[in-house]
């Protein structure tokens, strides 16, 4: 008896995340943190320790490294030092820590190669996702990319992933 094998499907569009899934953000985001904490007379945390604070975005990444190393942020401040690490972090000075994980352009090629389009859905700011984008070289991959700042509500609302889509 023969069996009909199933023909694989191929998506039209892939979206993606970008902290922990594309690039690994550990070091420039805990450099960054501890560029803040520094001008707050905090001690430095260690980048294994940011990384296991980060996830929904920068405001909650400040949050938690305050906490850690002393008096939480006041509600009060929380704003301004929230600013204050984006302008850290996008600092043309600076140099950026953040790269692609093995093998990420070379699938991201491929995809591109089947002609799927592309997009990141991620809770990082809009400015400092495409300047982590146009510095890994991963900028050309991708159609469609909004931050949080740029999205109808954050993740993990599927607002934000349906955006890109739409985009």
């Known amino acids: 008896m023969l069996r009909k094998v ?3 499907m191929r998506p039209d ?3 993606f995340d970008l902290d922990g899934t594309l690039i690994d953000s550990a070091a420039d985001l805990s450099n960054t943190l501890n560029l803040l904490l520094t001008e707050h007379n905090r001690p430095h945390l260690s980048v294994e320790s940011v990384r296991g604070m980060i996830g929904d975005g ?3 990444l400040v949050r938690r490294g305050f906490a850690a190393t002393g008096e939480p ?3 009060t401040d929380h704003a301004l030092l929230t600013q204050r690490f984006l302008e850290l972090y996008i600092d ?3 140099d950026h820590l953040a790269h692609p994980y093995p093998g990420v352009v070379e699938t991201l090629q ?3 190669d089947l002609g799927i389009a592309m997009g990141v859905c991620t809770n990082k700011a809009q400015v400092a996702t495409d300047l982590v984008l146009r ?3 991963l900028s050309e991959f991708f159609t469609a990319v909004i931050g949080q700042d740029s999205a109808p509500a954050p993740k993990p609302d599927p607002a934000h992933v349906l955006a890109v889509c739409a985009a």
């Open 6 to 8: 199933a023909k694989p």
């Open 13 to 15: 569009a892939i979206v």
């Open 58 to 60: 920068v405001g909650a």
């Open 73 to 75: 942020v006041a509600l």
């Open 92 to 94: 043309p000075r600076r």
């Open 110 to 112: 491929a995809f591109a």
């Open 135 to 137: 510095d890994a070289g």
